[in-house]
């Protein structure tokens, strides 16, 4: 079902031909049984038209599935797998669409081009380095190695004798006004308003950190992005290239991209316009790292031809659960209007709790659990989420000291960590100078000693 209006280029849904291209004829083995794996809000997506498509997809509505379908549709029509790019957020969810996309159409798939923008773009350079004025074999940095460059700029500008933002904070910084197209001294002024930071120290370093990336033949993550990007608005002929080769282009998790990866998706797509991205407005949560809402807002208004599709069947969460989602975002008013629906059958409501700090919530999520194991439910049963690892800090405080058992499933436990160790370590023998504790740690005693 569509929900939102279709534009005007939803007639063109069963044509084969693109902007004068041919498709080649579909492999004979292709068999896919699309009406019976898809629902029909699915269904009419996958199936969309060539040109600019849209597809909101709320949260548990099967945007993966659909965009997976999607790219055997494109292939079963005998669209060259080369000639398409998906673009990911993650390699790992890249390579998760294309094993399922192979299982259904087998290895004709192969050949696509996918994964993140920035492996998107160090594939470019890689092939047009020359061009764009970088060594052929230039490095790419983590962030640890980025961190200690900049630290060493610092330094020899004579800046770390005096108060000046760590080599994290400054990376960030530069990597935020890369994504976002800003200059740096109006993104310092907006980031760092309480501290008497002088924005002209600031680009002072990344003129240098940039100077010695250059002569070392290094780039970091956001350089990937801001040089392909120069890349093809210097050379017409690279980007014409690539806006050839891609008959058909992908984007999952539209709502994240920052104005740097909207930029590079609008120049690619410029030529044949078989852009297809998907994405939810009520998911735009990264901000704070460059992304903007605005990108997948205006998104009709830049495609007036868009044909438009609405993902709104929740397979993951109970009615209730998104009765709340529902009336917490209705009061949005940049929002493109939408109601979620729930498969599942009625459980228990959602209940909001509001408690005077972080101490009183673990407190009475310890009680919570207290009574689920009276009531017979084994701890296994019993999960508890966070938004973020150091929220747990204090729950994990108190389910020590209730003596509870727990494991953390994703990250290391408080009382695991090195330096927590390395803490009570020290605190056991202030306690008890005969404490064996460990012969791992004692060059840390003695200096502790000292």
């Known amino acids: 079902?569509?929900?939102?209006?279709?534009?005007?280029?939803?007639?063109?849904?069963?044509?084969?031909?693109?902007?004068?291209?041919?498709?080649?004829?579909?492999?004979?083995?292709?068999?896919?049984?699309?009406?019976?794996?898809?629902?029909?809000?699915?269904?009419?997506?996958?199936?969309?038209?060539?040109?600019?498509?849209f597809v909101l997809a709320a949260a548990g509505s099967g945007k993966t599935r659909s965009l997976v379908y999607r790219v055997a549709f494109l292939v079963e029509r005998g669209v060259p797998a080369d000639?398409?790019?998906?673009?990911?957020?993650?390699?790992?969810?890249?390579?998760?669409?294309?094993?399922?996309a192979e299982q259904l159409v087998g290895g004709s798939i192969r050949g696509i081009w996918s994964g993140t923008f920035h492996h998107m773009a160090n594939r470019v350079l890689r092939r047009h380095a020359a061009r764009a004025g970088l060594k052929p074999d230039f490095t790419i940095m983590d962030r640890d190695d980025s961190c200690r460059l900049i630290s060493?700029?610092?330094?020899?500008?004579?800046?770390?004798?005096?108060?000046?933002?760590?080599?994290?904070?400054?990376?960030?910084?530069?990597?935020?006004?890369?994504?976002?197209?800003r200059p740096l001294e109006e993104v310092v002024s907006e980031r760092l308003?309480?501290?008497?930071?002088?924005?002209?120290?600031?680009?002072?370093?990344?003129?240098?950190?940039?100077?010695?990336?250059?002569?070392?033949?290094?780039?970091?993550?956001?350089?990937l992005l801001a040089e392909c990007r120069r890349l093809f608005m210097e050379c017409g002929d690279v980007l014409g290239e690539y806006q050839e080769r891609f008959l058909h282009i992908l984007v999952d998790e539209y709502q994240d991209t920052?104005?740097?990866?909207?930029?590079?998706?609008?120049?690619l797509a410029?030529?044949?316009?078989?852009?297809?991205?998907?994405?939810?407005?009520?998911?735009?949560?990264?901000?704070?790292?460059?992304?903007?809402?605005?990108?997948?807002?205006?998104?009709?208004?830049?495609?007036?031809?868009?044909?438009?599709?609405?993902?709104?069947?929740?397979?993951?969460?109970?009615?209730?659960?998104?009765?709340?989602?529902?009336?917490?975002?209705?009061a949005n008013p940049d929002q493109f209007q939408k109601t979620i629906r729930s498969v599942r059958g009625p459980r228990a409501k959602p209940f909001l709790v509001r408690t005077a700090c972080g101490e009183a919530q673990s407190r009475y999520v310890i009680q919570g659990i207290e009574m689920a194991l009276r009531e017979g439910y084994q701890p296994?049963?019993?999960?508890?989420?966070?938004?973020?690892?150091?929220?747990?800090?204090?729950?994990?405080?108190?389910?020590?000291?209730?003596?509870?058992?727990?494991?953390?499933?994703?990250?290391?436990?408080?009382?695991?960590?090195?330096h927590i160790k390395d803490v009570c370590a020290v605190l056991r023998l202030l306690a008890n100078p005969f404490d064996d504790v460990g012969e791992h740690r004692r060059g840390l005693f003695e200096v502790a000693r000292k």
Request: with cysteine; charged share 25%; hydrophobic share 45%.
């Open 380 to 418: 296994r049963d019993i999960a508890v989420l966070y938004r973020a690892h150091y929220q747990a800090m204090e729950l994990q405080m108190e389910l020590a000291r209730a003596r509870m058992q727990f494991v953390v499933t994703s990250g290391v436990r408080f009382f695991e960590q090195s």
């Open 152 to 181: 060493s700029c610092v330094k020899e500008l004579k800046l770390a004798e005096r108060e000046f933002p760590r080599a994290a904070v400054l990376l960030s910084l530069f990597g935020f006004a890369a994504n976002t197209l």
């Open 270 to 330: 410029a030529k044949h316009r078989n852009i297809l991205v998907v994405g939810d407005d009520f998911q735009s949560i990264y901000s704070w790292r460059g992304a903007d809402h605005r990108n997948i807002m205006s998104f009709p208004s830049r495609y007036p031809d868009t044909e438009r599709h609405v993902l709104a069947t929740n397979y993951r969460s109970v009615p209730e659960i998104l009765e709340v989602a529902n009336a917490s975002i209705a």
């Open 1 to 53: 079902m569509v929900a939102l209006s279709p534009g005007p280029g939803s007639g063109r849904r069963k044509g084969a031909v693109v902007t004068g291209v041919s498709y080649g004829s579909a492999p004979p083995s292709v068999a896919v049984e699309f009406e019976k794996d898809l629902n029909q809000e699915q269904l009419a997506a996958v199936r969309a038209g060539d040109g600019p498509v």
């Open 193 to 223: 308003s309480r501290l008497n930071v002088c924005a002209a120290d600031v680009a002072r370093v990344r003129e240098l950190y940039a100077e010695r990336k250059r002569k070392a033949g290094l780039l970091d993550f956001d350089d």
């Open 258 to 267: 920052t104005p740097v990866q909207a930029e590079l998706v609008d120049l």
């Open 83 to 100: 000639r398409i790019l998906l673009l990911t957020f993650t390699n790992k969810a890249a390579a998760g669409m294309l094993e399922r």
